[in-house]
C-alpha cells in the first residue's frame, strides 16, 4: 500500500490509490507518492515515508 500525500494540506494516507477529495481539507487535491522506494528508510514494504520526498514536495504558504 502507498503513502499519499496532500500537497494542499500535507496530510498523509495510506492507500493503493489517492482518494479524489482529501478527507483532511476536504478540496481536490494534488496527491503525491511518499512511499519509501529507497533503502534508507526501510524500503517499499516498511510501510515508511521518505521524508526527504515529502519535505520537497510541501508547498509552502506564500
Do not use: L, R
Not at 519509501?36 to 510501510?47: D, K, N, R
Amino acid at each position: 500500500m502507498a503513502a499519499w500525500k496532500c500537497n494542499n494540506c500535507g496530510n498523509t494516507i495510506h492507500a493503493d490509490t489517492p482518494p479524489d477529495t482529501c478527507p483532511s481539507c476536504k478540496e481536490k487535491c494534488e496527491y503525491v507518492d511518499v512511499t519509501c522506494y529507497i533503502p534508507e528508510c526501510g524500503g517499499p514494504e516498511s510501510g515508511n515515508i521518505n521524508t526527504q520526498v515529502f519535505n520537497e514536495s510541501y508547498k509552502s504558504e506564500e
